[in-house]
């Protein structure tokens, strides 16, 4: 069975940087497309950042330019650094690995950005 564990997670304040880290286990990574969700409190779900199989990245509008997504197959992981963090930013962060029809989904890291 497939499963995905996020970590990195934390509080920083506005300016600050984090990377968080999402690896999969159980299954065959490279052939996932890797998402990045976030959640408030309050808020929609949002995704953030995808990194398909072959390492190109999209980013939404909020994030282009200040987060970056990377991928190591040797290690089943996908990285994603979050550079100029903004208040905005605070959310609970989720991973996702798709491969149509299936979704598997991590457990989600707690991003606080604060002074």
């Known amino acids: 069975q497939v499963s995905l564990v996020e970590s990195g997670g934390g509080a920083v304040q506005p300016g600050g940087s984090l990377r968080l880290s999402c690896t999969l286990f159980?299954?065959?990574?490279?052939?996932?497309?890797i998402a990045w969700y976030r959640r408030d409190p309050g808020k929609q779900r949002e995704s953030v950042a995808t990194?398909?199989?072959?390492?190109?990245?999209n980013y939404t509008e909020s994030v282009e330019g200040r987060f970056t997504n990377s991928r190591d197959d040797q290690k089943s992981t996908v990285y994603l650094e979050m550079n100029s963090l903004e208040r905005e930013d605070t959310a609970v962060y989720y991973c996702?690995?798709?491969?149509?029809?299936?979704?598997?989904w991590g457990q989600g890291t707690q991003d606080t950005v604060s002074s």
């Open positions: 159980g299954g065959r990574f490279g052939i996932y497309t």
């Open positions: 996702n690995a798709k491969l149509w029809p299936v979704r598997y």
């Open positions: 990194i398909e199989p072959e390492g190109r990245s």
